[in-house]
């Protein structure tokens, strides 16, 4: 096939502090994700497309040669010089900068802002999941007192738990969270208290609720652990074809090991390689295997991804899976750059399952680029 011709990409972190929404903020990652956008800005030169950078000649060791801040001005900057296509590497919002790129010869590589606000909420997602026929994990809402749709933490009792389905050991988790930050298996009611009492009085550097006002509270799955990245309709390179898909598809699930106190450690503390690989051929012929991809691709067209999206499973004592975490904005960290050769990403495991190397899964993302003027909130 003839070889593709890139416009001028610019890659995006996160300099633009997410807003309280619904009284609980995001935690920002120290960063701003610059060193996944470095990744993958000098794995796409590498590839031979035109990457636009804020330094003439970025250094490879220094990630924020590489990126732009996703701030009005960040943004205008990347346009001056000539980036046609903008890949938001960032975490996204209503009202976030990006909305103001309105013009018909530039293009996303990312989600749709207003979706992003909306299914970052781990419990409205987790409702809306339900709803669809996906199985989740028994959860409540906590927080220091009853409201409509919160338990008061000092009302809790294990009958009151017994009531909704959950027994210890119990999972405890934000409902803005980052990957695994915050996130905590407990094994007795005090503990579930000391606990959650602690997140919820943990301030950020302005003062504010780092984890909000309000806490889940899930049903703890101790069985085999894997990660699903579903890819968003259009066409795809795979080998030397094209080939178009008109509905969502997944990648081979990653099975996870080796948990910290039965949670998967965040990849910045332990590198996803060392803890994860990509299921067989044969298990993923499994039934209980495809029941779980037909389910996580339902997950992706109910949030009408645009991007890759990562959905986080694990099973019960008798096997059966559930969706426990859906990530709208999944790890993009991968080799290339001098001392990061340990950090590919789940996704990128996955994508070997269709011949796909990392920088071939960032090329057919990059195929997958929406215009604003199209695609609605």
């Not at 199985?135 to 933490?153: S, W």
């Not at 809790?156 to 999972?171: C, K, N, Q």
């Not at 996955?350 to 071939?360: E, F, H, L, T």
Request: net charge negative; aromatic share 6%; proline share 9%.
């Amino acid at each position: 096939m003839e070889p593709l011709v890139h416009p001028p990409v610019a890659l995006l972190y996160q300099a633009t502090p997410p807003p309280e929404i619904d009284g609980i903020r995001k935690p920002m990652k120290p960063g701003g994700y610059s060193d996944s956008g470095a990744d993958i800005a000098h794995a796409l030169r590498a590839a031979g497309v035109p990457v636009l950078t804020p330094r003439a000649h970025p250094d490879p060791t220094q990630a924020l040669d590489w990126v732009f801040p996703d701030t009005a001005e960040g943004i205008a900057e990347a346009l001056g010089q000539g980036a046609r296509v903008l890949w938001a590497n960032t975490v996204l919002f209503n009202g976030h900068p990006l909305e103001t790129v309105t013009h018909e010869d530039v293009r996303i590589v990312g989600q749709h802002p207003s979706r992003v606000d909306e299914y970052d909420d781990k419990w409205l997602t987790r409702q809306e999941l339900r709803e669809s026929g996906c199985p989740v994990p028994a959860a409540i809402q906590v927080a220091t007192g009853d409201g409509p749709e919160t338990l008061a933490l000092d009302a809790l009792t294990e009958a009151r738990l017994e009531e909704r389905g959950l027994r210890f050991p119990l999972v405890v988790k934000p409902i803005r969270g980052r990957g695994s930050e915050g996130v905590r298996a407990v094994h007795s009611l005090a503990e579930l208290k000391q606990y959650a009492t602690g997140l919820l009085a943990t301030r950020d550097a302005s003062g504010a609720p780092r984890y909000g006002q309000r806490l889940m509270v899930e049903q703890y799955l101790p069985g085999t652990e894997v990660t699903l990245t579903v890819m968003p309709p259009g066409p795809y390179l795979i080998g030397d074809s094209e080939r178009t898909y008109t509905q969502h598809w997944p990648l081979p699930a990653v099975r996870r090991f080796n948990h910290h106190d039965g949670i998967a450690p965040y990849n910045g503390v332990v590198a996803v390689v060392n803890n994860s690989v990509r299921i067989s051929d044969t298990e993923r012929l499994q039934p209980a295997m495809q029941r779980l991809e037909a389910w996580c691709t339902e997950a992706a067209r109910k949030v009408r991804a645009l991007a890759p999206i990562r959905i986080d499973c694990r099973a019960s004592e008798e096997g059966e899976f559930f969706l426990f975490d859906l990530n709208m904005k999944p790890n993009m960290t991968g080799p290339g750059r001098p001392g990061r050769e340990d950090q590919d990403n789940l996704s990128s495991l996955a994508a070997r399952g269709v011949g796909w190397s990392y920088p071939d899964l960032l090329l057919n993302m990059l195929r997958q680029a929406w215009s604003p003027c199209i695609k609605g909130g």
